[in-house]
């Protein structure tokens, strides 16, 4: 007689695409995400949490490089309706702002964090899920707002630990690109256009010869694959080069410090120059440039020079609904990669105006601008500089020797939990102490509490410091760890200072 099977068990394992994030992780990410909220509120924002779930018809068609809105996003149908989890945190303020417009002050000033997903095919440091941080204001056409948001980009990136002179943010405008397009006689061809600013916007991955080939006929890429190209003519896609080609000079802050053709503080000037003769005859790209200047003297007025914010016309920003500038915050610090080459980390950061957003629910042009971080990336920059601690402290563990004495235990930790210092009680099988003090080990604890009988008899408490006997065991024998005061007896009352003196020291 064949055996029944039983239930089948459900495979231990993460979805594909998506990861954990455990307790070091976890509390990395929200230090970091403070530091920055404080920026924000400093600067006058408040903080909004939008739903999870969006209709598919709120989220529209502004995803990146797909052109169907339920296509990249996890959606599913309810009662007629198709819903789907938001891929980005500026759809659904574009609904707020329209759904709550007679509420909110105008202009609003919001920040969000959380996460969002894509169905999008992972890869290498490419999830399904992942975290943003976005800072935009809604209603106010005024290119200040604008600076304002590269000025407060660019305090949170110090607040978090990025020096200055470890980043740049760079700033473009998309009516300057429109004036390219202008110029090279495709202004009246959305599609194309559109095709034009994702293959230029590709120029750090695949540099100017690769544009060139995307630009026209196509080119293979590493893995022998051709790509098709967008199908401009010689002349049209030269016509682009020469415009990237102009800010070969700007690629860095480290340049243009170094740069003794003109004064550092006047190269945003001399740059905003160099394109308003590149689209000379396009108004919309003069008026672009004009953007441009006024941004530089607003933030240079607040003391923002060209060692933090400066303008780059490479800046294009793959995301349709971009109007007007534009800005990304690159890392220029090197890191090595996965084959020990050194290579700069990259942008962290972006964002820029979308004036057309809002009008899509309201009918009426809403002018909004805003920046995105890229959490994961930035957390990873920190890592990289050595800002990130190794590990995040554990709890101090008060250890269990008379399970008939559980409640002086316990009376130990709320001693510990009030004085605001983080402390448990072991709550396995305390027979054998040994695995105890592995427990302590295991959560990182920088204190274990011991009370026997003895101890307790005479109103005492054992403190052992977990950190310094470490750092002895690691250089001494048995006998010279033993003499050393790695643990030591204190009177049960004084227990919440001597913990706290030892963790003071070792901060």
């Known amino acids: ?243 990237l080609s102009m800010t070969s000079t700007a690629k860095s802050a480290e340049d243009i410090s170094a740069g003794e053709d003109f004064d550092r503080t006047g190269y945003n000037s001399f740059i905003a120059e160099e394109i308003r003769e590149a689209i000379s005859g396009s108004n919309i790209g003069c008026e672009g440039v004009k953007e441009l200047e006024e941004i530089a003297s607003l933030l240079a007025a607040q003391g923002y020079g060209p060692d933090r914010i400066i303008i780059d016309p490479s800046v294009v920003r793959g995301l349709g609904y971009y109007t007007g500038p534009v800005f990304e915050a690159e890392l220029t ?16 950061a972006g964002g820029g105006r979308y004036d057309d957003l809002v009008k899509r629910f309201t009918g009426q042009p809403v002018p909004a601008t805003g920046v995105s971080i890229g959490v994961d990336r930035l957390l990873a920059a920190l890592a990289a500089k050595g800002r990130l601690d190794a590990a995040a402290q554990g709890p101090v563990v008060v250890t269990v020797m008379d399970r008939d004495r559980m409640a002086d235990y316990m009376a130990m930790v709320g001693d510990l939990r009030a004085a605001g210092i983080r402390a448990e009680m072991y709550l396995g099988n305390p027979k054998n102490f040994g695995n105890q003090l592995k427990y302590a080990d295991k959560r990182g604890s920088p204190i274990a509490i011991i009370q026997g009988g003895d101890e307790a008899a005479k109103g005492m408490v054992q403190i052992k410091d977990l950190i310094l006997g470490a750092k002895i065991a690691q250089q001494a024998t048995v006998e010279e760890w033993k003499s050393q005061p790695a643990q030591v007896e204190v009177p049960r009352d004084n227990l919440v200072q001597a913990v706290r003196d030892i963790l003071d020291r070792h901060t």
């Open 1 to 243: 007689m064949a055996k029944t099977k039983g239930p089948r068990r459900p495979k231990a394992e993460t979805p594909k695409g998506f990861r954990d994030y455990f307790g070091t992780e976890v509390t990395a990410r929200k230090a970091m995400l403070d530091k920055i909220a404080d920026v924000y509120h400093r600067y006058g924002f408040d903080a909004l949490e939008t739903s999870a779930v969006e209709t598919v018809e709120a989220l529209g068609k502004f995803l990146p490089d797909v052109d169907r809105p339920n296509e990249g996003v996890f959606a599913w149908e309810e009662d007629s309706d198709w819903l789907a989890l938001r891929y980005d945190l500026t759809a659904p303020l574009a609904r707020v702002a329209a759904q709550y417009r007679n509420d909110l002050p105008t202009p609003y000033r919001r920040y969000a964090m959380g996460p969002v997903w894509r169905n999008e095919k992972p890869g290498p440091g490419r999830f399904r899920q992942f975290y943003q941080c976005d800072a935009d204001t809604v209603g106010a056409a005024s290119v200040a707002a604008d600076a304002e948001i590269c000025a407060m980009l660019s305090d949170a990136l110090e607040a978090v630990g990025i020096e200055r002179g470890d980043y740049v943010i760079r700033v473009n405008n998309r009516k300057v690109l429109d004036g390219v397009l202008e110029l090279m006689g495709i202004g009246d061809q959305p599609e194309l256009c559109a095709a034009v600013l994702r293959t230029i916007d590709k120029v750090d991955k695949v540099g100017f010869s690769g544009v060139a080939e995307l630009l026209q006929s196509g080119r293979k890429d590493s893995s022998g694959a051709f790509i098709d190209g967008v199908g401009l003519t010689t002349a049209q896609a030269q016509r682009c080069l020469d415009y």
């Open 333 to 348: 610090f090197e890191i090595l990669d996965e084959k020990g080459r050194p290579r700069q980390f990259g942008s962290v």
